[in-house]
């Protein structure tokens, strides 16, 4: 076995995410009440970016996108918009979605998503991810884990609204929902 040299970065549990993570395309969805503190959201995003990821950040608040994405915003009502979103993934790796109209947040994410097709959504949430029986935090869920989970009493909690939404994503088709906190992104995603 050859020891590694010094050229060679070691082998870590984010590096190995970062590169599964390579060519494929996320979602993160963040409510605009938790986009005025960016920092976490935009060192992910950057790191994402830089190691040939493409990030799509959905938001209703066009300033916060703006300042977090450097301009690049796009109306989720605009025509043709999977064109449009992939010329601006293509060239700069990264676009906010603006969601805007009469569809409710989370259906229209769902709905961007997968127009999109996404290999991941994110999903930001004040409250953190999900709790599992012996109170240890789920990092993802299989839909049939989920179900059982919504069918347990701890699925009774005023967070039932969210958890039908991200079976309703991924039913849909989107291959793998992630919730967690805006502080709890990185570890979410690098490990």
């Not at 999900?130 to 009493?153: I, M, P, T």
Request: net charge neutral; charged share 20%; aromatic share 6%.
């Amino acid at each position: 076995m050859t020891e590694p040299s010094a050229t060679t970065p070691a082998f870590s549990e984010k590096s190995f995410y970062l590169q599964e993570f390579r060519g494929r395309t996320l979602a993160i969805a963040v409510q605009a009440s938790d986009l005025g503190t960016p920092a976490p959201l935009a060192a992910v995003v950057a790191e994402l970016v830089a190691h040939g990821a493409r990030v799509c950040v959905l938001s209703t608040e066009r300033a916060h996108l703006e300042a977090l994405l450097e301009g690049r915003v796009i109306s989720a009502a605009t025509p043709r918009l999977e064109g449009a979103a992939w010329r601006e993934l293509r060239r700069a790796g990264s676009v906010g979605l603006l969601i805007g109209g009469s569809l409710a947040f989370a259906p229209a994410c769902r709905d961007l998503a997968l127009r999109l097709g996404v290999g991941k959504l994110v999903w930001l949430d004040r409250d953190g991810g999900l709790v599992g029986v012996g109170g240890a935090r789920l990092s993802f869920v299989h839909l049939e884990e989920l179900q059982q989970y919504l069918a347990s009493e701890g699925a009774k909690a005023r967070r039932l609204a969210l958890l039908r939404e991200v079976e309703r994503m991924l039913v849909g088709g989107i291959p793998a929902v992630n919730v967690c906190s805006l502080e709890g992104l990185a570890d979410e995603l690098f490990s």
